[in-house]
């Protein structure tokens, strides 16, 4: 999505919004992208082992999304 910048600084909570929902905002100065509003990137998750202790399940399990029936009832 393209926005002027005289657009983005009246609409910026909204356009926020988007950017949070995963959608990038090219905000545009005398119709030239000037500068991107994009999503926070979230530090990724460290999935080493602790020092010392042996894992019981791969990496990939431990990171792996679960399934919608496994999280029954923890709302």
Request: glycine share 6%; aromatic share 4%; hydrophobic share 40%.
């Amino acid at each position: 999505m393209q926005v002027a910048v005289r657009e983005a600084k009246a609409k910026l909570s909204r356009l926020g919004n988007l950017a949070h929902r995963g959608e990038t905002i090219v905000v545009c100065k005398n119709g030239n992208p000037w500068f991107d509003i994009v999503p926070h990137a979230k530090p990724k998750r460290k999935s080493s082992p602790l020092k010392g202790v042996t894992p019981v399940i791969s990496e990939l399990e431990a990171v792996e999304p679960l399934e919608p029936e496994a999280l029954l009832g923890w709302s």
